[in-house]
């Protein structure tokens, strides 16, 4: 089986799975309430569909991890959206918190609701996760369980660390590349890192194989965060000057801005001056590349992703869940948006 | 030991079971978030100090339903201070959704440093409380911490469906005592109640005593939110005028408040003219006091404290621990703040 047919035997069960753990607040008082999660999670309202749900990555990750391992993905599947449910929490939270009105193209549910609601739809996808993860106990000892619940726990407190960074280097210049690597650690890596991880202590009794997927994770999703940031500038939608689709007018701590800033040359110089306008984005990011930017970046993104392929090779998992690893972490980098 | 003893021995446990958990964040690049919940949970900053903290209500009631059930109430303190957390990350939450600027006579996190680091606040102080509760495993089978687990995030379930509905019934003069029953049940009675079922958990074998704990629970809640109420509107602080510090001026949904509208009199006819300001607050009281809204409420606070009474004597511990959850019932019904 390639990728993609994993995919389209993985997702369905994802997404049957996500909604029936969401379906918790579908009752007659909480009807509206249970439609913001549904609405937020591209299954209703304006827009809604499969292009907008996510890819769910983090998901897909755990249950090929998991088959990876010679081991049922379907036993994973409870690790597997509890996973995607606090991604998704941390995202209603972090369109609040970085007063985005747009998520994938639709508007955010704070902008659609209020923001007090869009609080408490966070905090719910949150609870549902925490829910959703006790089901494992159907098919796991409760001890491991426990280890599970530990191990995303640990990431959704990194997840905070992240997101306490990221806030307080806003509007900051004289943040440097390591705290980049700091912050993205907690903000991104520590989640995807969780997913590998758990899919191998479910399938897995070899510590030694969890530590290596575990290791897989962190560098597959600091790549992962490497590679957006390259979209945020030099993605299509970016350069083509979607208003705010580019970090660049967005402002944000990513690694070709924080590398730019710190060589103190005409970017820098430019950046310190007053925000980035939609119709400069196109010269600002070609400045960024003449002072290394975007071949920093690459280059980052690039070793971090030839890293994971390494950790993947010394687990060598020998049947197609393991190749659709490697297909996946490729695919990852090679993605345009 | 009396109530009193019982608690001077507890809170200390209590207090420092919880620095503990949230030393978690105690680290060099996060100090400062660290900072943000050690103020809230009233350890550090401007007017720190035991008063501040709140009474610990929830956690002191875990331990003395355990206590009650003749077990060593020690083993239950990561359950009781996950539930304190669980709560004091609402409280952040709500300040931010109810737009308050203070919180037991002291800035709000989110006015202190702003909305979007409060959001994360809060979200960090849930993440540690599920972190904690892991900690049952050294004393109780994976199978009961996962038992735990699941009644307190069932709570929390039915805090966010609270907190929705208070939200949706702001404003609305459509709102009758019944739509009241079902959000305090859920906003405030659903984490008493998990409580003292959680206590009984950990404490009994007995199915029966278990459930019995849980109604228990569920009407002290009640009892606790309706006498809150009291005084939001006939407290000292409320009476006094002091600004906001009023349920009336805050245009909360309580039961008297609720009672009044329903009533289609003076009150009511008053409440749907403008929002109440601070030198009306005696007066608009005192029109509730002649409709019946003080003597309604009363009743129904004494009502739901005889009904955790009798249950409680259906229970019957035998020993101090338990003469002290019938100590603390009444305390809370005759307590002034």
């Not at 995202?91 to 994938?104: A, E, F, Y």
């Not at 159907?138 to 001890?143: I, M, S, V």
């Not at 730019?260 to 007053?274: P, T």
Request: hydrophobic share 40%; net charge negative.
């Amino acid at each position: 089986m390639s990728l993609t047919e994993y995919t389209e035997l993985m997702l369905p069960a994802i997404e049957a799975e996500l909604q029936r753990q969401v379906a918790r607040l579908d009752q007659k008082e909480t009807r509206l309430f249970h439609q913001m999660l549904t609405y937020h999670m591209g299954w209703t309202g304006e827009g809604a569909g499969p292009e907008v749900t996510g890819k769910r990555v983090r998901p897909l990750l755990v249950l090929l991890v998991m088959a990876s391992c010679m081991s049922n993905w379907l036993h994973a599947v409870p690790a597997a959206i509890a996973i995607e449910l606090i991604h998704n929490f941390s995202l209603v939270h972090d369109d609040i918190q970085d007063n985005s009105d747009k998520r994938r193209g639709r508007t955010t549910v704070w902008k659609k609701w209020n923001m007090a609601q869009a609080i408490n739809v966070g905090d719910a996808l949150f609870v549902i996760s925490n829910q959703a993860i006790l089901d494992l106990a159907g098919n796991f000892p409760g001890d491991t369980v426990i280890r599970i619940v530990r191990v995303i726990q640990d990431a959704c407190l990194d997840l905070t660390r992240g997101q306490y960074l990221d806030m307080v280097y806003e509007n900051r210049e004289d943040i440097s590349v390591q705290d980049y690597w700091k912050m993205i650690e907690c903000k991104t890596a520590a989640l995807i890192s969780a997913c590998a991880q758990v899919g191998g202590i479910l399938g897995s009794r070899d510590d030694e194989t969890i530590e290596q997927y575990c290791l897989f994770g962190r560098d597959l999703g600091l790549a992962f965060q490497v590679q957006d940031d390259l979209l945020g500038i030099w993605g299509d939608e970016a350069l083509t000057g979607k208003s705010a689709a580019s970090d660049l007018v967005d402002g944000k701590n990513s690694l070709p801005i924080l590398f730019g800033i710190n060589q103190r040359g005409e970017f820098a110089k430019r950046w310190s001056l007053s925000p980035v306008l939609p119709d400069e984005v196109a010269d600002i990011a070609q400045i960024l590349v003449h002072e290394g930017a975007q071949e920093y970046t690459e280059r980052a993104a690039e070793r971090l992703t030839n890293q994971a392929l390494a950790t993947l090779e010394r687990i060598n998992p020998k049947n197609d869940a393991g190749k659709a690893l490697v297909e996946l972490t490729k695919k990852l980098l090679n993605r345009e948006s």
